[in-house]
């Protein structure tokens, strides 16, 4: 009395029920060929919002630190936050105008011309007014599933941030887990979750024996289908040796881009164990 699917019909449903959760109309692609189907996924993959141009995001830039500068800005700040995501939309944002604010604050608070509370200050205002704009998404998130935390002693977060709104923004499952995730509770983590990439943040202000010890202690208890994703201004300061078994990546757009990747080689090996 169990209904069967060929391997052809499996590999339908995962590629429409992906299309779905990205926004398409079931009615409208369940008719089409597999070969449309393809290409509407590929269609998917490869469209992107408009980037803001560099002036532009000098721009926004210097409005930041004047206001981050005024006796006042706390009142104002996440209003002008929320109007500027909205005119250059939540993806674009995350992914060109939140690394450009990220560096000048924390350039800013380097020099001392801002108070540890205004950059902290900065920090919350980000994560409130990025989580409000993040919208909802109908049917279930596509695999791989993504973990994202920082090493001990990393607070620095808006880095994984940025790539979990990105990916949520493709369809991705990403589950957030905060900062300061020990390596034992993270494999726990893993094995929970069934989670095939875990993407960990690392910044300048971490010790780099301690962030080395930590990806590798990470690569070591990992299952080998399970992918370390390594990211943050830190990890250029790491030697080669403490990145064995892991994939860095510069930006947080290049990041989704091998997530939808592994998506689609992803079809054919869940096929396959079914």
């Known amino acids: 009395g169990e209904r069967t699917f060929c391997a052809a019909d499996l590999s339908r449903l995962q590629i429409l029920a992906h299309l779905v959760a990205g926004g398409h109309r079931a009615g409208k692609v369940v008719p089409l060929e597999m070969e449309q189907l393809l290409t509407l ?15 532009d995001i000098e721009h926004h830039t210097l ?6 500068t005024s006796p006042s800005f706390a009142d104002a700040l996440e209003i002008w936050l929320a109007a500027l ?4 939309r939540l993806g674009p944002f995350v992914a060109h105008v939140l690394p450009a604010f990220n560096r000048a604050v924390g350039d800013a608070w380097q020099k ?9 200050r900065y920090t919350e205002a980000i994560v409130r007014v990025v989580s409000r704009a993040m919208p909802d998404f ?28 990105q990916l949520r923004l493709a369809g991705a499952e990403v589950i957030g887990l905060g900062a300061q995730l020990p390596v034992d509770e993270l494999l726990a983590a893993v094995s929970v979750y069934g989670a095939k990439v875990v993407a960990i943040s690392i910044s300048l202000n971490l010790d780099q024996d301690k962030a080395g010890e930590y990806l590798q202690l990470l690569r070591s208890g990992l ?17 080669k040796p403490a990145l064995n078994g892991c994939e860095v990546f510069s930006d947080t757009s290049s990041a989704v881009l091998r997530w939808q990747q592994m998506c689609k080689e992803h079809l054919p090996s869940k096929m396959a164990a079914l």
């Not at 289908?225 to 990890?235: E, R």
């Open 112 to 120: 001392g011309r801002l108070s540890v509370h205004t950059e902290h």
């Open 41 to 55: 996924l590929d269609e998917r993959s490869a469209k992107q919002p408009a980037s803001p141009q560099p002036g």
């Open 138 to 165: 109908p049917g279930k998130p596509s695999p791989p599933g993504v973990l994202m935390t920082t090493p001990p002693s990393e607070l620095h977060t808006l880095g994984l941030l940025a790539l979990q709104v």
């Open 85 to 88: 995501i909205k005119q250059v």
């Open 63 to 68: 409005s930041l630190l004047t206001m981050l």
């Open 223 to 239: 299952p080998s289908d399970c992918a370390i994703w390594a990211g943050g201004a830190g990890c250029a300061a790491l030697p």
